[in-house]
């Protein structure tokens, strides 16, 4: 079951994320998978057999709130590796006007636990830092912001399965 329609306002897209999980629980659907844009949107469409998709905008941690509350424990986040890395760096929400992603802390997790000396004066953006980075390496680089993402997820909800995966 998919929705698209989203209105406009947080209080209303927020209202429309709870109908969906809700709908999802009518239903008897025990996963839920939570996507970040439309590119993870068409991303998770392409799983085989998908659970539930709501498609929930920058609202991370509102969404999440709601499937706890509403009793959902297994959940898949899909997002591209931006969005991705907010959540890794503890960001709630991934709009712009909650904060930018911290470059000199992401330089300094990825030399800590990759070894990586990735240059942020160079560029100023994560595809930038990206580009600097083989196949190999970047694989292993999305891989620390999926598990620094699941960790920020945990400390806000334990009791949740979270899934996390970065769309290409």
């Known amino acids: 079951m998919l929705f698209r329609s989203k209105p406009v306002s947080s209080a209303a897209y927020i209202d429309s994320i709870k109908t969906e999980i809700l709908f999802a629980k009518e239903n008897s659907y025990k996963t839920l998978i939570f996507t970040i844009g439309n590119s993870a949107f068409k991303y998770a469409q392409n799983l085989s057999h998908p659970p539930f998709i709501i498609e929930i905008g920058n609202f991370v941690y509102d969404s999440l709130k709601l499937a706890k509350d509403y009793g959902f424990k297994d959940i898949i986040l899909i997002s591209k590796i931006a969005k991705m890395t907010k959540i ?35 560029t100023k953006t994560l595809r930038g830092i990206i580009e600097q980075l083989d196949k190999t390496v970047q694989a292993r680089f999305y891989d620390l912001i999926n598990k620094e993402a699941k960790k920020s997820i945990k400390k806000w909800f334990k009791e949740i399965d979270i899934k996390t995966i970065i769309a290409p």
Do not use: C, V
Request: proline share 0%.
């Open 88 to 122: 890794a760096q503890n960001f709630k929400n991934t709009h712009n006007r909650f904060g930018e992603i911290r470059f000199e802390e992401l330089k300094q997790i990825s030399k800590k636990r990759l070894g990586l000396n990735i240059d942020i004066k160079e």
